[in-house]
C-alpha cells in the first residue's frame, strides 16, 4: 500500500495543537444566526389542514412554499420536531450544487440513458434556486462561482477530463495553484456553473421566513410520533401537542427514521466532521489566493472539501465518514477528536503557508446514506402521503428538485421529473445489524485501501458497482 500525500507530508503536531487548542465544539452556521432567526410556537392542540409536511429542513421548507403557492386558498402546517433547519440543513458545508444524482459518474452507472438529461435538470434546478434566492431577497450569501475538483495523488491527474460537461475546464498544476495555492495540487477540474456556496443556515431560516410570509403555518418543538389513516380517509399525523388531519402530507425527515415503517431500512445515519478558521488576514488571504471564491474537493474515495465564508473564514470538512454500530443517533457522536485532528492536519499539509491560523469551531453533521448515493421517493395511502429521503451529503440543491417532484405527485402531474426512472426506482434496503455495521465498515476500509492503492476498487468494491450498491464518504 502506498501512503498518501496526507501521511507523507505531515504539519507537525504542534501546529495542529495550537490550532485546536481554543476551538468550540458547535456548529459555526447556526451560532451565526442564534440571535436573528424567529422562533415559531408549537402545535396548539389539534388541527384540520389541506396540505401537513413534516420536517422543518430545505426538503420540508422548500415543499411547503411550493404547495402554498400553487394554492394559496388551502391551508398548509409544517411541523418540525426541534427548530427549522438545526440538524443537516443548518450544519452542512454550505455547497449549493447543480448535481441531483450526486454527480456525473453516479448516474452514468446507474442511470446512463437519463444521464444527459439528469445533467440539465440539474442545471436548470440551480438556476432555479439562484432565481428564488434574487427575486425574493432572501439573504443567504448565495455566490455562484463554480467548483475546483482537485488531484491530490497522481494517478487522480488520469481521471481529469472526464466530465461530459463541456463547460468544464481541466487544468494542469500550474492553472490549479493560480486559482488556489496549494503545493499538494497536481491539476484540476472546474466546472463554472455546477455549485454555489450559501450560508445553510441563513438559508433555511430565510426559507422559514418566506413560507410564514404567504401563509404556511410552521410549528417547532413539534416531534411526530406515527402517521396513522388509510388510502380513502384523512391522513393523521400524531405529535404529543395535538392531532393534525390533512387531506395529503408529505414527510421529510432526513436520516430519522421514516413513519413509513416500509422505508426504516432505506438510510443509515453516517457522521461526517468539519472545522471552521478564524477569518483569514489580507496577507494569508493573498497567499492562498482563491479569487474566485470557487467551491472546493479533491477526488479520493475519503475526500475533502472546502469554502470561503463571506467574513473569509475557511471551512474544512470530509474525509472521515463514520458509521456507528446500531445505527443510532446521539448527541457524542459529534465530539470526534479523532477526526477533527486528522482534518486539521490535513488542512496544514494543503496550505502551510497558514500555519498559526486556528480554528474557531468543530463539529458534526450526520448524513442520510442511501445504497445509490442520492435521493430516492417513496408514497403511500393511494400516493396521498410522499416521502423523499437518502440525499448522502448532496441535498442542499437536491432537496429543491425533490420538493418539485413531491408537488407533482401529490397533484397527480406526469411530468419529466415524474417519470425518471431516478424517480420511479426505489434502492435496496441496507441489512439489519449486525449485517449492516459488518458491510458498510469493510466498504468504509476498501475505499481507504483504493486510497492506498492508485484508486483502485477490490473485489468487495468491484462486486458492490456490479450490484448498484456501495458506500461512498
Known amino acids: 500500500m502506498e501512503p498518501t500525500i496526507f501521511e507523507t507530508q505531515r504539519p507537525a503536531a504542534r501546529i495542529v495543537d495550537e490550532a485546536l487548542a481554543d476551538t468550540k465544539l458547535g456548529c459555526f452556521w447556526t451560532e451565526d444566526i442564534a440571535d436573528s432567526a424567529a422562533r415559531y410556537p408549537e402545535l396548539p392542540g389539534d388541527q384540520r389542514v389541506d396540505d401537513a409536511v413534516v420536517g422543518g429542513g430545505y426538503a420540508g421548507l422548500w415543499t411547503a412554499i411550493k404547495l402554498k403557492t400553487e394554492h394559496p386558498e388551502r391551508r398548509v402546517l409544517l411541523l418540525e420536531a426541534m427548530r427549522v433547519g438545526w440538524a443537516a440543513s443548518g450544519r452542512n458545508g454550505g455547497f449549493c450544487e447543480a448535481s441531483i444524482s450526486h454527480g456525473e459518474p453516479n448516474a452514468e452507472a446507474r442511470w446512463p440513458e437519463e444521464a444527459d438529461k439528469l445533467l440539465r435538470l440539474g442545471h436548470e434546478n440551480l438556476d432555479a434556486i439562484e432565481r428564488f434566492v434574487n427575486e425574493h431577497g432572501l439573504d443567504v450569501d448565495f455566490e455562484r462561482n463554480g467548483a475546483l475538483s482537485v488531484a491530490n495523488e497522481p494517478y487522480q491527474v488520469e481521471w481529469l477530463g472526464e466530465s461530459e460537461d463541456p463547460e468544464v475546464v481541466t487544468l494542469d498544476a500550474e492553472g490549479a495553484r493560480a486559482r488556489i495555492n496549494s503545493p499538494t495540487f497536481l491539476g484540476a477540474d472546474f466546472s463554472p456553473r455546477e455549485n454555489a456556496n450559501v450560508h445553510p443556515a441563513k438559508l433555511a431560516a430565510e426559507l422559514a421566513r418566506h413560507a410564514a410570509s404567504i401563509g404556511v403555518e410552521i410549528h417547532e418543538g413539534t416531534p411526530v410520533t406515527r402517521l396513522e389513516g388509510g388510502a380513502d380517509g384523512p391522513i393523521v399525523l400524531v405529535t404529543e401537542r395535538g392531532t393534525v388531519t390533512a387531506e395529503r402530507a408529505a414527510l421529510c425527515t432526513n436520516v430519522f427514521p421514516s413513519l413509513l415503517k416500509r422505508y426504516r431500512f432505506h438510510t443509515v445515519p453516517v457522521y461526517d466532521y468539519v472545522l471552521m478558521t478564524e477569518p483569514l488576514t489580507d496577507e494569508q488571504l493573498a497567499s492562498i489566493g482563491w479569487e474566485g471564491r470557487e467551491g472546493l474537493a479533491d477526488m479520493a474515495n475519503q475526500f475533502h472539501y472546502s469554502r470561503l465564508t463571506a467574513d473569509n473564514r475557511i471551512l474544512w470538512g470530509g474525509y ?58 417513496g408514497q403511500a395511502h393511494g400516493g396521498r402521503v410522499q416521502y423523499v429521503a437518502g440525499f448522502t451529503g448532496l441535498g442542499v440543491g437536491a432537496t429543491h428538485f425533490a420538493a418539485d417532484v413531491i408537488v407533482d405527485r401529490l397533484e397527480g402531474r406526469v411530468t419529466e421529473r415524474t417519470e425518471l426512472e431516478m424517480v420511479k426506482q426505489v434502492p435496496l434496503p441496507f441489512p439489519p445489524e449486525p449485517a449492516a455495521s459488518i458491510g458498510i465498515n469493510l466498504t468504509r476500509w476498501s475505499l481507504d485501501r483504493a486510497d492506498h492503492n492508485r484508486g483502485k476498487r477490490n473485489l468487495l468494491l468491484k462486486t458492490l458497482d456490479a450490484l448498484g450498491l456501495g458506500f461512498d464518504s
Open 320 to 377: 472521515d465518514a463514520v458509521y456507528f454500530a446500531g445505527g443510532r443517533i446521539k448527541n457524542e457522536y459529534e465530539d470526534r477528536m479523532e477526526s477533527h485532528r486528522k482534518l486539521a492536519s490535513h488542512f496544514f499539509t494543503t496550505f502551510p503557508q497558514l500555519a498559526g491560523l486556528k480554528f474557531t469551531h468543530r463539529w458534526a453533521g450526520v448524513i442520510d446514506t442511501s445504497t445509490r448515493f442520492c435521493a430516492f421517493f
